[in-house]
């Protein structure tokens, strides 16, 4: 399993970034995929997830701003992120689930700042 995550760089608050996460080695399309982040000095977070099925569900300091989605055509797992705020800063990195164990991507930079 390889999730291959990227789209990260440096915007001024207000400003937006497309996160891409392009997966192998697993049947994408039934897997739950999400994303987390982990600014400096503190605990890695989730940030959106979404189903098989398309359902969505969002950290509250994200909702309205971020919006998760899926190519399963693609196996590519997207984080549309809108009016992006200093506090955004952080690594992000895309996780799903197989055979009961975490598999992580390698991580892409967001720094948010003027």
């Known amino acids: 399993v390889q999730l291959q995550a990227s789209g990260g760089g440096l915007v001024q608050p207000g400003g937006s970034l497309r996160l891409s996460c392009k997966s192998t080695?697993?049947?994408?399309?039934?897997?739950?995929m999400n994303w987390y982040r982990q600014a400096p000095g503190k605990q890695r977070e989730l940030v959106a997830s979404i189903s098989s099925g398309a359902a969505t569900d969002y950290a509250d300091s994200v909702k309205g701003r971020f919006t998760i989605s899926r190519d399963n055509a693609r196996n590519t797992l997207y984080l549309q992120m809108n009016s992006l705020k200093p506090e955004d800063t952080g690594v992000y990195f895309c996780?799903?689930?197989?055979?009961?164990?975490?598999?992580w991507g390698q991580g892409t930079q967001v720094t948010v700042s003027s």
């Open positions: 080695g697993i049947n994408f399309k039934i897997h739950t």
């Open positions: 996780n799903t689930k197989y055979k009961l164990r975490p598999y």
